[in-house]
Protein backbone atom coordinates (compact mmCIF):
# COMPACT_ATOMS: atom_id res chain seq x y z
CA UNK A 1 0.00 0.00 0.00
CA UNK A 2 1.43 3.68 -0.99
CA UNK A 3 2.30 5.65 2.05
CA UNK A 4 3.32 9.26 2.29
CA UNK A 5 7.26 9.81 1.63
CA UNK A 6 7.43 12.87 3.98
CA UNK A 7 11.18 13.26 2.64
CA UNK A 8 10.40 14.16 -0.86
CA UNK A 9 8.41 17.09 -0.04
CA UNK A 10 8.66 20.01 -2.90
CA UNK A 11 7.17 22.51 -4.94
CA UNK A 12 7.65 24.12 -8.18
CA UNK A 13 9.38 27.49 -7.47
CA UNK A 14 8.37 31.30 -8.55
CA UNK A 15 9.81 32.72 -11.48
CA UNK A 16 10.78 35.88 -11.24
CA UNK A 17 11.26 38.54 -14.33
CA UNK A 18 10.02 37.85 -18.04
CA UNK A 19 13.15 37.21 -19.22
CA UNK A 20 13.55 34.34 -16.94
CA UNK A 21 9.71 33.61 -17.89
CA UNK A 22 10.54 33.31 -21.35
CA UNK A 23 13.37 31.19 -20.91
CA UNK A 24 11.40 28.38 -18.72
CA UNK A 25 8.80 28.51 -21.37
CA UNK A 26 10.91 26.99 -23.78
CA UNK A 27 12.14 24.06 -21.43
CA UNK A 28 9.83 21.83 -23.92
CA UNK A 29 13.29 21.11 -24.68
CA UNK A 30 13.33 18.93 -22.01
CA UNK A 31 10.36 16.79 -23.53
CA UNK A 32 12.28 14.34 -25.57
CA UNK A 33 15.00 13.75 -22.61
CA UNK A 34 11.85 12.52 -20.54
CA UNK A 35 10.42 11.15 -22.95
CA UNK A 36 13.11 8.51 -23.57
CA UNK A 37 13.59 8.29 -20.02
CA UNK A 38 10.09 6.71 -19.97
CA UNK A 39 9.88 4.67 -23.21
CA UNK A 40 12.13 1.67 -22.25
CA UNK A 41 10.12 1.74 -18.49
CA UNK A 42 7.32 1.80 -20.81
CA UNK A 43 8.76 -1.25 -23.20
CA UNK A 44 9.65 -3.53 -20.05
CA UNK A 45 6.55 -2.87 -18.02
CA UNK A 46 4.62 -3.62 -20.73
CA UNK A 47 6.21 -7.16 -20.98
CA UNK A 48 5.94 -8.14 -17.35
CA UNK A 49 4.08 -11.36 -17.97
CA UNK A 50 6.78 -12.33 -20.12
CA UNK A 51 9.97 -10.88 -18.87
CA UNK A 52 9.35 -11.69 -15.10
CA UNK A 53 10.23 -14.92 -14.06
CA UNK A 54 13.53 -14.59 -16.36
CA UNK A 55 14.36 -11.18 -14.65
CA UNK A 56 14.50 -12.81 -11.15
CA UNK A 57 16.61 -15.91 -12.25
CA UNK A 58 19.40 -13.45 -13.62
CA UNK A 59 19.39 -11.94 -10.31
CA UNK A 60 20.20 -15.03 -8.72
CA UNK A 61 24.07 -14.36 -10.16
CA UNK A 62 23.76 -10.68 -10.08
CA UNK A 63 28.50 -10.75 -9.71
CA UNK A 64 29.03 -13.10 -12.80
CA UNK A 65 26.14 -10.91 -14.30
CA UNK A 66 27.44 -7.75 -14.01
CA UNK A 67 30.94 -8.84 -15.00
CA UNK A 68 32.26 -6.35 -17.80
CA UNK A 69 33.38 -9.18 -19.84
CA UNK A 70 29.55 -10.20 -20.04
CA UNK A 71 28.51 -7.36 -21.80
CA UNK A 72 27.46 -8.67 -25.12
CA UNK A 73 25.12 -11.28 -22.81
CA UNK A 74 23.41 -8.53 -21.14
CA UNK A 75 23.07 -6.60 -24.54
CA UNK A 76 21.26 -10.08 -26.08
CA UNK A 77 18.87 -10.12 -22.78
CA UNK A 78 18.12 -6.35 -23.06
CA UNK A 79 17.52 -6.40 -26.65
CA UNK A 80 14.35 -8.90 -25.59
CA UNK A 81 13.04 -6.02 -23.72
CA UNK A 82 12.87 -3.91 -26.63
CA UNK A 83 10.68 -6.10 -28.76
CA UNK A 84 7.69 -3.70 -27.97
CA UNK A 85 9.43 -0.73 -27.39
CA UNK A 86 7.73 1.44 -29.63
CA UNK A 87 4.20 -0.03 -29.66
CA UNK A 88 4.43 0.94 -25.73
CA UNK A 89 5.99 4.05 -26.32
CA UNK A 90 3.32 5.19 -28.31
CA UNK A 91 0.57 3.78 -25.29
CA UNK A 92 2.00 6.31 -22.23
CA UNK A 93 2.45 10.22 -21.82
CA UNK A 94 5.85 11.34 -20.76
CA UNK A 95 6.29 13.56 -17.71
CA UNK A 96 7.50 17.11 -18.11
CA UNK A 97 9.62 18.90 -15.68
CA UNK A 98 11.48 21.84 -15.36
CA UNK A 99 14.15 20.53 -12.91
CA UNK A 100 14.74 16.88 -12.31
CA UNK A 101 13.53 17.77 -8.29
CA UNK A 102 10.27 19.46 -9.20
CA UNK A 103 7.07 18.72 -9.74
CA UNK A 104 5.01 17.52 -13.35
CA UNK A 105 3.99 20.84 -15.60
CA UNK A 106 3.20 18.98 -18.26
CA UNK A 107 3.06 15.76 -20.03
CA UNK A 108 4.42 14.40 -24.03
CA UNK A 109 2.36 11.86 -25.97
CA UNK A 110 4.83 9.49 -28.72
CA UNK A 111 2.28 9.34 -31.83
CA UNK A 112 4.85 7.52 -33.97
CA UNK A 113 8.07 5.68 -33.20
CA UNK A 114 10.64 3.36 -34.53
CA UNK A 115 13.52 1.89 -33.29
CA UNK A 116 16.30 -0.71 -34.72
CA UNK A 117 19.55 -2.16 -33.32
CA UNK A 118 22.82 -0.92 -35.33
CA UNK A 119 25.72 -3.38 -36.29
CA UNK A 120 27.81 -1.58 -33.21
CA UNK A 121 25.00 -3.05 -31.14
CA UNK A 122 23.86 0.30 -30.41
CA UNK A 123 19.68 1.09 -30.20
CA UNK A 124 18.78 4.09 -32.64
CA UNK A 125 15.24 5.71 -31.98
CA UNK A 126 13.39 8.13 -33.67
CA UNK A 127 10.11 9.12 -32.05
CA UNK A 128 7.97 12.22 -32.64
CA UNK A 129 4.55 13.25 -30.60
CA UNK A 130 2.48 16.20 -29.30
CA UNK A 131 2.80 17.36 -26.34
CA UNK A 132 1.70 20.81 -23.24
CA UNK A 133 2.70 22.43 -20.48
CA UNK A 134 2.25 25.27 -18.05
CA UNK A 135 4.77 28.53 -17.30
CA UNK A 136 3.95 31.91 -16.21
CA UNK A 137 4.92 33.40 -19.30
CA UNK A 138 3.11 31.01 -21.43
CA UNK A 139 0.03 29.64 -19.48
CA UNK A 140 -0.65 26.33 -21.08
CA UNK A 141 1.55 25.69 -24.18
CA UNK A 142 0.61 22.86 -26.57
CA UNK A 143 3.97 21.92 -29.14
CA UNK A 144 4.82 18.79 -31.08
CA UNK A 145 8.43 17.34 -30.66
CA UNK A 146 10.13 14.94 -32.86
CA UNK A 147 14.20 13.48 -32.22
CA UNK A 148 16.55 10.53 -33.64
CA UNK A 149 19.15 9.57 -31.06
CA UNK A 150 21.60 6.57 -30.85
CA UNK A 151 22.14 5.33 -27.14
CA UNK A 152 24.85 3.18 -25.61
CA UNK A 153 22.46 0.83 -23.43
CA UNK A 154 23.44 -1.65 -21.08
CA UNK A 155 22.43 -2.92 -18.00
CA UNK A 156 23.18 -4.49 -14.16
CA UNK A 157 21.74 -6.27 -11.52
CA UNK A 158 20.81 -5.42 -7.99
CA UNK A 159 19.79 -8.66 -6.62
CA UNK A 160 16.62 -9.21 -8.85
CA UNK A 161 16.27 -5.33 -9.78
CA UNK A 162 17.73 -4.44 -12.93
CA UNK A 163 19.02 -1.01 -13.89
CA UNK A 164 18.98 -0.14 -17.48
CA UNK A 165 21.58 2.39 -18.65
CA UNK A 166 20.78 4.08 -21.94
CA UNK A 167 24.07 6.72 -22.79
CA UNK A 168 23.40 9.28 -25.52
CA UNK A 169 26.37 8.12 -28.38
CA UNK A 170 24.78 10.66 -30.78
CA UNK A 171 21.58 13.55 -31.45
CA UNK A 172 20.85 12.64 -35.00
CA UNK A 173 18.37 15.18 -35.34
CA UNK A 174 15.80 17.54 -33.09
CA UNK A 175 12.69 19.52 -33.27
CA UNK A 176 9.82 21.37 -31.31
CA UNK A 177 7.53 23.44 -32.94
CA UNK A 178 5.24 25.43 -30.43
CA UNK A 179 1.70 25.09 -32.00
CA UNK A 180 -0.58 26.84 -29.47
CA UNK A 181 0.10 29.19 -26.38
CA UNK A 182 -2.71 30.24 -24.02
CA UNK A 183 -1.32 33.24 -23.63
CA UNK A 184 -2.00 35.98 -26.64
CA UNK A 185 -1.28 39.87 -26.60
CA UNK A 186 2.17 41.30 -26.93
CA UNK A 187 3.59 39.10 -24.47
CA UNK A 188 2.33 36.29 -26.30
CA UNK A 189 4.34 37.38 -29.41
CA UNK A 190 7.36 37.79 -28.01
CA UNK A 191 7.55 34.60 -26.39
CA UNK A 192 6.52 32.36 -29.53
CA UNK A 193 9.28 33.06 -31.87
CA UNK A 194 12.00 33.05 -28.74
CA UNK A 195 10.52 29.13 -27.55
CA UNK A 196 10.89 27.95 -31.34
CA UNK A 197 14.49 29.30 -31.89
CA UNK A 198 15.63 28.31 -28.33
CA UNK A 199 14.39 25.05 -28.15
CA UNK A 200 16.15 22.33 -30.63
CA UNK A 201 20.02 23.63 -28.46
CA UNK A 202 17.86 22.83 -25.19
CA UNK A 203 16.72 19.94 -26.35
CA UNK A 204 20.24 18.46 -27.12
CA UNK A 205 21.92 19.59 -24.09
CA UNK A 206 19.29 17.61 -22.50
CA UNK A 207 19.56 14.30 -24.58
CA UNK A 208 23.23 14.29 -24.20
CA UNK A 209 22.52 13.31 -20.33
CA UNK A 210 20.71 10.41 -21.27
CA UNK A 211 18.74 8.42 -18.80
CA UNK A 212 18.57 5.17 -16.02
CA UNK A 213 15.38 2.74 -15.79
CA UNK A 214 15.06 0.91 -12.40
CA UNK A 215 12.61 -2.40 -12.81
CA UNK A 216 11.87 -4.46 -10.10
CA UNK A 217 11.48 -7.89 -10.28
CA UNK A 218 7.63 -7.56 -9.77
CA UNK A 219 7.06 -5.45 -13.29
CA UNK A 220 6.99 -2.09 -11.42
CA UNK A 221 9.60 0.49 -12.96
CA UNK A 222 10.82 3.84 -12.01
CA UNK A 223 13.61 5.95 -14.34
CA UNK A 224 15.61 8.50 -14.10
CA UNK A 225 17.01 11.58 -15.85
CA UNK A 226 20.53 10.87 -16.02
CA UNK A 227 22.74 8.07 -14.48
CA UNK A 228 21.19 6.59 -11.33
CA UNK A 229 24.26 4.60 -9.18
CA UNK A 230 23.10 0.78 -8.56
CA UNK A 231 21.33 0.61 -5.42
CA UNK A 232 20.06 4.06 -5.62
CA UNK A 233 16.63 5.30 -6.25
CA UNK A 234 15.41 8.54 -7.48
CA UNK A 235 12.74 10.28 -4.70
CA UNK A 236 9.20 9.64 -5.01
CA UNK A 237 6.00 11.12 -2.81
CA UNK A 238 4.97 8.09 -1.88
CA UNK A 239 6.48 4.38 -0.40
CA UNK A 240 5.02 1.67 -1.83
CA UNK A 241 4.59 -1.18 -0.14
CA UNK A 242 2.34 -3.74 -1.99
CA UNK A 243 3.73 -6.28 -4.15
CA UNK A 244 0.87 -7.54 -5.43
CA UNK A 245 0.16 -4.31 -7.62
CA UNK A 246 2.39 -3.14 -10.35
CA UNK A 247 3.49 0.35 -10.08
CA UNK A 248 2.79 2.15 -12.82
CA UNK A 249 3.23 5.67 -11.31
CA UNK A 250 4.57 7.25 -8.11
CA UNK A 251 4.91 11.13 -8.93
CA UNK A 252 4.07 14.85 -7.72
CA UNK A 253 2.30 16.50 -10.88
CA UNK A 254 1.22 20.71 -10.54
CA UNK A 255 -2.36 21.39 -11.70
CA UNK A 256 -2.29 24.54 -12.80
CA UNK A 257 -5.77 26.71 -12.32
CA UNK A 258 -7.94 25.93 -15.16
CA UNK A 259 -6.41 22.80 -16.55
CA UNK A 260 -6.31 19.38 -16.87
CA UNK A 261 -3.47 16.90 -16.74
CA UNK A 262 -3.69 13.49 -18.47
CA UNK A 263 -2.00 10.58 -16.67
CA UNK A 264 -1.23 7.54 -18.72
CA UNK A 265 -3.12 5.66 -20.50
CA UNK A 266 -2.10 2.70 -18.26
CA UNK A 267 -2.41 -0.80 -19.82
CA UNK A 268 -4.96 -3.13 -18.15
CA UNK A 269 -4.06 -6.49 -19.14
CA UNK A 270 -7.00 -8.73 -17.64
CA UNK A 271 -10.89 -8.35 -18.26
CA UNK A 272 -11.48 -9.01 -14.17
CA UNK A 273 -7.98 -6.05 -13.81
CA UNK A 274 -8.41 -2.97 -11.98
CA UNK A 275 -6.84 0.27 -11.31
CA UNK A 276 -5.77 1.21 -7.78
CA UNK A 277 -5.18 4.85 -7.37
CA UNK A 278 -3.80 6.92 -4.52
CA UNK A 279 -3.40 10.66 -3.86
CA UNK A 280 -3.31 13.70 -2.00
CA UNK A 281 -3.63 17.62 -2.66
CA UNK A 282 -2.10 20.45 -1.80
CA UNK A 283 -2.43 23.97 -2.57
CA UNK A 284 -6.56 23.98 -3.36
CA UNK A 285 -9.54 22.81 -0.90
CA UNK A 286 -10.44 19.36 -4.12
CA UNK A 287 -10.07 18.42 -7.49
CA UNK A 288 -11.73 15.85 -10.08
CA UNK A 289 -10.43 12.52 -10.41
CA UNK A 290 -11.83 10.70 -13.65
CA UNK A 291 -11.27 7.54 -15.42
CA UNK A 292 -11.81 7.48 -19.21
CA UNK A 293 -10.68 4.53 -21.80
CA UNK A 294 -7.41 5.55 -24.52
CA UNK A 295 -10.40 6.20 -27.56
CA UNK A 296 -12.01 9.04 -25.26
CA UNK A 297 -8.94 10.44 -24.02
CA UNK A 298 -7.16 10.10 -26.91
CA UNK A 299 -10.28 12.50 -28.39
CA UNK A 300 -10.50 14.71 -25.71
CA UNK A 301 -6.66 15.11 -25.46
CA UNK A 302 -6.43 16.72 -28.61
CA UNK A 303 -9.05 19.39 -27.89
CA UNK A 304 -7.22 19.91 -24.84
CA UNK A 305 -3.66 20.90 -26.78
CA UNK A 306 -5.77 22.64 -29.99
CA UNK A 307 -7.27 25.54 -27.98
CA UNK A 308 -7.23 27.24 -24.96
CA UNK A 309 -9.72 26.74 -22.25
CA UNK A 310 -11.24 23.28 -20.37
CA UNK A 311 -12.72 21.14 -23.25
CA UNK A 312 -15.55 18.92 -21.83
CA UNK A 313 -14.92 15.35 -22.44
CA UNK A 314 -16.70 13.83 -25.60
CA UNK A 315 -18.36 11.27 -23.56
CA UNK A 316 -19.46 10.76 -19.55
CA UNK A 317 -16.33 9.12 -17.63
CA UNK A 318 -16.21 5.55 -16.66
CA UNK A 319 -15.27 6.80 -13.02
CA UNK A 320 -15.42 10.51 -11.50
CA UNK A 321 -14.85 11.55 -7.94
CA UNK A 322 -13.42 14.64 -5.79
CA UNK A 323 -9.86 14.23 -4.08
CA UNK A 324 -10.41 16.56 -1.03
CA UNK A 325 -7.83 18.25 0.61
CA UNK A 326 -6.46 16.67 3.71
CA UNK A 327 -6.83 13.35 3.03
CA UNK A 328 -5.04 10.38 1.34
CA UNK A 329 -7.71 9.21 -1.03
CA UNK A 330 -7.88 5.99 -2.47
CA UNK A 331 -10.42 4.35 -5.50
CA UNK A 332 -10.40 0.87 -7.11
CA UNK A 333 -11.76 1.06 -10.31
CA UNK A 334 -12.49 -2.44 -11.73
CA UNK A 335 -11.66 -2.33 -15.78
CA UNK A 336 -11.92 -4.72 -18.52
CA UNK A 337 -8.59 -5.20 -20.36
CA UNK A 338 -7.39 -1.75 -22.65
CA UNK A 339 -5.60 1.40 -22.06
CA UNK A 340 -6.66 4.00 -19.67
CA UNK A 341 -6.35 7.31 -18.93
CA UNK A 342 -6.34 8.97 -15.06
CA UNK A 343 -7.62 12.85 -15.97
CA UNK A 344 -6.97 15.26 -13.42
CA UNK A 345 -9.14 18.76 -13.31
CA UNK A 346 -8.29 21.88 -11.68
CA UNK A 347 -11.59 23.80 -12.51
CA UNK A 348 -15.16 24.61 -11.96
CA UNK A 349 -15.89 23.48 -15.77
CA UNK A 350 -16.11 19.42 -15.70
CA UNK A 351 -17.37 17.81 -12.12
CA UNK A 352 -17.95 18.20 -8.87
CA UNK A 353 -15.03 20.04 -7.48
CA UNK A 354 -15.20 23.80 -7.04
CA UNK A 355 -11.80 25.18 -6.01
CA UNK A 356 -12.09 28.30 -5.15
CA UNK A 357 -10.66 31.32 -7.65
CA UNK A 358 -7.62 33.82 -7.24
CA UNK A 359 -9.33 36.64 -9.22
CA UNK A 360 -10.45 34.70 -11.87
CA UNK A 361 -8.13 31.86 -11.90
CA UNK A 362 -8.57 28.18 -9.11
CA UNK A 363 -4.92 28.14 -7.21
CA UNK A 364 -2.70 25.52 -8.31
CA UNK A 365 -3.16 22.01 -7.09
CA UNK A 366 0.03 19.92 -6.37
CA UNK A 367 -1.12 16.73 -6.20
CA UNK A 368 0.60 13.15 -4.88
CA UNK A 369 -0.49 10.34 -7.32
CA UNK A 370 0.69 6.47 -7.27
CA UNK A 371 -1.56 4.29 -10.11
CA UNK A 372 -1.42 0.90 -10.10
CA UNK A 373 -2.84 -2.19 -12.04
CA UNK A 374 -3.58 -5.65 -11.18
CA UNK A 375 -6.22 -8.16 -10.20
CA UNK A 376 -9.71 -6.59 -8.96
CA UNK A 377 -10.84 -7.43 -6.09
Not at 289 to 300: A, L, P, R, S, T
Amino acid sequence: MPVNNPGSGNVAPPYRGIVRFMLRSVTSGRILLLLVGLTLALSLGGCSGCVQGGQASIGVMPGVMNDPGNRSLRRAILRFGLEEFCKELTHRGAPLRMRDEDPVIGRFYARSCNHHELESGDVFVQIEGIGYGWTNASLRVAFTASAAIQYNQDFLMDGSTMYAYFRTRMVASKETKVTMMEQGGAVGAVISPIANAAAPQVLESQLQRGFTVIRDSNGSVDFSVGMVEKGQRPVKPYEVRDGDHVTMMNERTEVRGNQLDFLGPFHVDDNDGALFLTMSIDGTTAVDVMVVDKGMGDQWLDLFVKAPGVPQPPMPPLMTDVVPKGTQWQKTVPVRRGHYYVVLDNSSVIGSATPPAVGTVPPAALVNVVVQVGEAP
